[in-house]
């Protein structure tokens, strides 16, 4: 599903080496967290899977594309197999929750036939199919990252990535989303979430990536924080 093959990535401005040699393959359904102190690479490894960076050595392989030979052309297509969460949301303002979560479905020209069935449809499976109305400014922060996972999920791509998807949200709410994270993983979505939420990583057994410093220092099957 997703491959890295001795991947290295320095940043030509100021001459960091954000990634350095990185292998390692996700299957198809696996569910893995991204740890590591701030700097380690994790946000690089983000922004080279949806090709918005490029490695200087090595190879990536997402879904069926092999990253090093995309055309340009291409990269939408990538991108929809790819959805992402952000920690901050990234919601549009002035939008509805349905509206924010259609949009996503308009912009890769999906019918409006499609649109009226699948919407309503996430929306009911991150719990909010009673909100779809509101604005994002009137909802708790838990639910605008229920949205952010919707407007992920609506367009079914096979693999999500969640950049610290509950760095802006209390405990109690941050065990919901995890909950639901991990409940999306079930249906069959590949999940990987990078997180610095040490209890979370201890508790859910999952397979963990340990950065530091660019490289990768832990591959565990079951890991802790
Ligand atoms: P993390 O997400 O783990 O915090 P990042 O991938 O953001 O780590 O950063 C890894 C390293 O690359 C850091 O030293 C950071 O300063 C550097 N870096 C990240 N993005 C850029 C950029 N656009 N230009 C130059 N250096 C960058």
Redo the contacts with the bound molecule.
Sequence with gaps: MIEFKNVSKT?E??G?K?LSDVSFSIEKGEFVFLV??????????SKLIIKEESPDEGEIFVDKFELNTLAKKEIPYLRRSVGMMFQDFRLLPNKTVYENVAFAMQVIGASRGEIRRNVPNVLNLVGLGHKARMLPSQLSGGEQQRVSLARALVNKPPVIIADEPTANLDPDTSVQIMELLAEVNQRGTTMIV?THAKDFVDTMHKRVLE?RD?VLIRDEKEGAY
């Design positions: 940043y401005d100021t960091v954000a590591g102190r701030s700097g380690a690479g994790k946000s690089t490894l990078t950065f660019g």
